[in-house]
């Protein structure tokens, strides 16, 4: 939609209009023996009149480069470039590119949740020959990414980092959610704390007293209503209610802690999923061609930031000339 | 004397620097003096000024009185040289060929070299300038004082606007009393002209009249440029234009002209000299000054 601005560019005749008269000139050089010559009729040409040259320049410029302000153009000014995600194996990253003939391109390295989403924004900063290679773990996208330029991607799945996650179990019954959280397998290992701290993400509560105010954690798993009054008025969902409280969000089952494996698996899944985020899913090696239809990502404003410098230069200049020609 | 002389005129504001150039090249002489010889006789003492001449500083006073007095004639000579100025707008048509020369400074420059000959030979000069409708009097005096009196009149004066009428050039004539040399520079266009009828009634009163008549080269050749449009500087009759189909006509209107005019003062006997500026102003003074008949 910013590029509609262009089609304002005619505005700049309006200064070029003002800037020139028709004047009719009679230009005539004094001749003492005028008297002896025949009368001619005046012979007089009608010429265009520039005024103010500079400042009709100033003015245009002025115009010009707040439309280009407003549409916002993008310069395409990178070349052939790699994109390797963070945590990528550099001697497979450098592989990688010289196989691909790009060992001498300009490198970015990004976030792997970020790669693809970050040359659709700048696709457009690209020259039109340059050719783009994305490496690393990148993740698969929720929809199949189409980019108006061609992009090639090339993954190798890397070793998923360890993570820890601290619980807290408040319970008569804590051998058996002990057994749960055991069960639990992948590279998140579930560390179970026998003092609530600030790392605890969630707080098991299978007592039927109110925990204390000061206890917080951002999930917790609630055996008793009695004991938190927000579940009163709590929405029902596949017969787990939640609610949320001041310390944080309340999950309750009546048929807690789970009997059957499923149940426990897909208990500690759905806290993987809604609470923590989904395991990420590194996407096969592909090469996508340009698509036409791809949308075109809105400008990012790389150049507004020059442009409006220009711009108040230009402003400032112009006044100083109006006035200096006033004088 | 070359073309550098006549570039100095256009570019040396300074006109007793040119005047006194241009005399240097001409040697002494030129006036035939008919009044040499008197002025001998004793009237008084005056201070030195500046210019005056060193024959003329009394000496032996001098060395009494520990300063410079000049011994003053009674009369050196009873010859009034009167210059005349026509500083219409007419006059300052330009060369076409030497730049930031014209008419007017050619006039100027001449008639101070006269102002200058008659100041060495003692002679009385006054100035009379015509323009802008008016008559600008100097009255006649000596000495180098008034010589740059004259001077800077002429330095002063503007070619604009148009002749004066006849009546009032008529009742300004009285300046010419005693029997006067008049020198009169002029374009010589408007003929006649209540300058024509000036001179030839001075003329009539037994005065010595000398007309200068100025031209440019341009004029006596027909080389106008055609390019450009042209316009009378004192008549108001819109533009004319030059070419090649214009030129036999315009020379022709032209020697029509001053053809009629040299037979109207050669019928006055007044003597004419026509002169273009770009010519050495050495040899145009000297045409200008020599008696006629000799």
């Given at each position: 939609?910013n590029a509609?601005?262009?089609l304002?560019l005619?505005?700049l005749?309006?200064?070029?209009?003002w800037?020139?008269?028709?004047?009719?000139?009679?230009?005539a050089?004094?001749?003492?023996?005028a008297?002896?010559?025949?009368?001619?009729?005046?012979?007089?040409?009608?010429?265009?009149?520039w005024?103010?040259p500079?400042?009709l320049?100033?003015?245009c410029?002025?115009?010009?480069v707040?439309i280009?302000w407003l549409a916002d153009?993008?310069?395409?000014?990178?070349?052939?470039?790699?994109?390797?995600t963070?945590?990528?194996?550099?001697?497979?990253a450098?592989r990688?590119?010289?196989?691909?003939g790009?060992a001498?391109?300009e490198?970015?390295?990004?976030?792997a949740e970020?790669?693809?989403?970050?040359?659709h924004?700048?696709?457009?900063e690209?020259?039109r020959d340059a050719r783009l290679?994305?490496?690393?773990?990148?993740p698969m996208?929720a929809?199949q990414?189409?980019f108006?330029?061609?992009?090639?991607?090339r993954?190798?799945?890397?070793?998923?980092?360890?993570?820890?996650r601290?619980?807290?179990i408040?319970?008569?019954?804590?051998?058996?959610?002990r057994?749960?959280?055991?069960?639990q397998?992948g590279?998140?290992?579930i560390?179970?704390?026998?003092?609530p701290?600030?790392?605890?993400?969630?707080i098991?509560?299978?007592r039927?007293e109110?925990?204390p105010a000061?206890l917080r954690?951002?999930?917790w798993?609630?055996t008793q209503?009695?004991?938190?009054?927000?579940?009163?008025?709590?929405?029902?969902?596949s017969?787990?209610r939640?609610?949320?409280s001041a310390?944080?969000?309340?999950?309750?089952?009546a048929?807690?802690?789970?009997?059957?494996?499923?149940?426990?698996?897909?208990?500690l899944?759905d806290w993987?999923?809604?609470h923590?985020k989904?395991?990420p899913?590194t996407?096969?090696?592909?090469?996508?061609?340009?698509?036409?239809?791809?949308?075109a990502?809105?400008?990012?404003g790389a150049?507004?930031g020059?442009l409006l410098?220009?711009?108040a230069?230009?402003?400032?200049?112009e006044?100083?000339?109006?006035?200096?020609?006033?004088? | 004397m070359?073309?550098a002389?006549t570039?100095?005129?256009?570019?040396?504001?300074k006109?007793?620097?040119?005047?006194?150039?241009?005399?240097?090249?001409?040697?002494h002489g030129?006036?035939?003096?008919r009044?040499?010889?008197a002025?001998?006789?004793f009237?008084e003492?005056?201070a030195y000024v500046?210019?005056?001449?060193w024959?003329?500083?009394d000496?032996?006073l001098a060395?009494?009185?520990d300063r410079?007095?000049v011994?003053e004639?009674?009369?050196?000579s009873?010859?009034?040289?009167?210059?005349?100025?026509d500083?219409?707008?007419?006059?300052?048509?330009p060369?076409r060929?030497?730049?930031g020369?014209?008419?007017?400074?050619y006039?100027r420059?001449?008639?101070?070299?006269v102002?200058a000959i008659?100041?060495?030979?003692g002679?009385?000069?006054?100035?009379?300038v015509l323009?802008?409708g008016?008559?600008?009097f100097?009255?006649a005096?000596?000495g180098?004082?008034?010589?740059?009196?004259v001077?800077?009149?002429?330095q002063?004066t503007e070619?604009?606007?148009d002749?004066?009428d006849?009546e009032t050039?008529?009742a300004s004539?009285?300046?010419?009393?005693?029997?006067?040399?008049?020198?009169a520079a002029?374009?010589?266009l408007d003929?006649p002209s209540?300058?024509?009828?000036a001179?030839t009634?001075l003329?009539?009163?037994r005065?010595?009249?000398r007309v200068?008549?100025l031209?440019?080269?341009?004029?006596?050749d027909?080389s106008?440029?055609s390019d450009?449009?042209?316009r009378?500087p004192e008549?108001?009759?819109?533009?004319?234009?030059?070419g090649?189909?214009?030129?036999?006509?315009?020379?022709?209107?032209?020697?029509?002209?001053?053809g009629?005019?040299?037979?109207?003062c050669?019928?006055?006997?007044?003597p004419?000299t026509?002169?273009?500026?770009?010519q050495?102003?050495?040899?145009?003074?000297?045409?200008w000054?020599?008696?006629?008949?000799r």
């Amino acid at each position: 939609m910013n590029a509609l601005w262009w089609l304002a560019l005619p505005i700049l005749l309006l200064p070029v209009w003002w800037h020139r008269r028709k004047r009719v000139q009679n230009k005539a050089a004094p001749m003492a023996t005028a008297r002896f010559l025949p009368r001619t009729e005046p012979r007089q040409t009608r010429v265009w009149l520039w005024r103010d040259p500079l400042l009709l320049l100033v003015r245009c410029l002025l115009l010009a480069v707040l439309i280009g302000w407003l549409a916002d153009p993008v310069y395409p000014f990178r070349g052939d470039t790699v994109v390797v995600t963070e945590g990528a194996d550099p001697a497979w990253a450098l592989r990688e590119a010289a196989q691909a003939g790009l060992a001498n391109a300009e490198r970015v390295t990004l976030p792997a949740e970020q790669a693809l989403g970050w040359v659709h924004t700048h696709e457009r900063e690209w020259q039109r020959d340059a050719r783009l290679l994305v490496l690393g773990d990148v993740p698969m996208p929720a929809a199949q990414p189409a980019f108006g330029r061609p992009v090639e991607v090339r993954t190798q799945a890397a070793a998923p980092v360890k993570v820890e996650r601290h619980v807290y179990i408040a319970s008569e019954r804590a051998a058996e959610w002990r057994r749960m959280f055991a069960a639990q397998v992948g590279p998140e290992k579930i560390i179970v704390d026998d003092t609530p701290d600030a790392a605890t993400t969630l707080i098991v509560w299978d007592r039927a007293e109110t925990p204390p105010a000061s206890l917080r954690a951002s999930l917790w798993w609630v055996t008793q209503p009695s004991a938190f009054p927000e579940l009163a008025k709590a929405r029902t969902l596949s017969g787990m209610r939640y609610a949320d409280s001041a310390r944080g969000r309340l999950w309750h089952h009546a048929d807690w802690p789970p009997r059957d494996p499923e149940a426990a698996r897909a208990l500690l899944d759905d806290w993987q999923q809604l609470h923590i985020k989904p395991r990420p899913y590194t996407m096969s090696s592909q090469a996508f061609a340009a698509d036409k239809d791809a949308n075109a990502p809105a400008p990012g404003g790389a150049l507004r930031g020059i442009l409006l410098a220009i711009l108040a230069a230009l402003f400032v200049l112009e006044r100083t000339l109006t006035h200096a020609r006033r004088r | 004397m070359s073309l550098a002389n006549t570039a100095l005129i256009a570019h040396t504001r300074k006109l007793d620097l040119v005047i006194r150039h241009v005399l240097a090249g001409l040697g002494h002489g030129i006036h035939a003096g008919r009044e040499r010889g008197a002025g001998v006789e004793f009237s008084e003492y005056r201070a030195y000024v500046p210019g005056d001449e060193w024959r003329r500083v009394d000496w032996k006073l001098a060395a009494r009185a520990d300063r410079y007095f000049v011994r003053e004639a009674e009369r050196d000579s009873h010859v009034a040289v009167w210059l005349i100025l026509d500083a219409s707008a007419s006059m300052a048509e330009p060369s076409r060929s030497v730049d930031g020369l014209d008419k007017l400074a050619y006039a100027r420059m001449l008639l101070g070299c006269v102002a200058a000959i008659a100041q060495r030979q003692g002679d009385a000069f006054g100035l009379v300038v015509l323009g802008s409708g008016k008559v600008t009097f100097t009255p006649a005096l000596r000495g180098p004082r008034h010589l740059q009196r004259v001077l800077s009149q002429l330095q002063r004066t503007e070619a604009e606007g148009d002749l004066p009428d006849t009546e009032t050039l008529k009742a300004s004539l009285h300046f010419a009393q005693s029997p006067s040399a008049i020198y009169a520079a002029s374009d010589l266009l408007d003929w006649p002209s209540p300058l024509s009828i000036a001179l030839t009634r001075l003329r009539q009163m037994r005065h010595d009249v000398r007309v200068l008549g100025l031209q440019t080269q341009a004029e006596v050749d027909a080389s106008f440029s055609s390019d450009l449009a042209y316009r009378d500087p004192e008549r108001e009759e819109g533009v004319f234009r030059f070419g090649a189909d214009l030129k036999e006509g315009y020379r022709r209107n032209r020697e029509q002209h001053f053809g009629a005019l040299t037979a109207q003062c050669r019928k006055n006997d007044i003597p004419l000299t026509l002169a273009a500026i770009e010519q050495a102003p050495g040899e145009v003074l000297r045409r200008w000054l020599r008696r006629p008949g000799r």
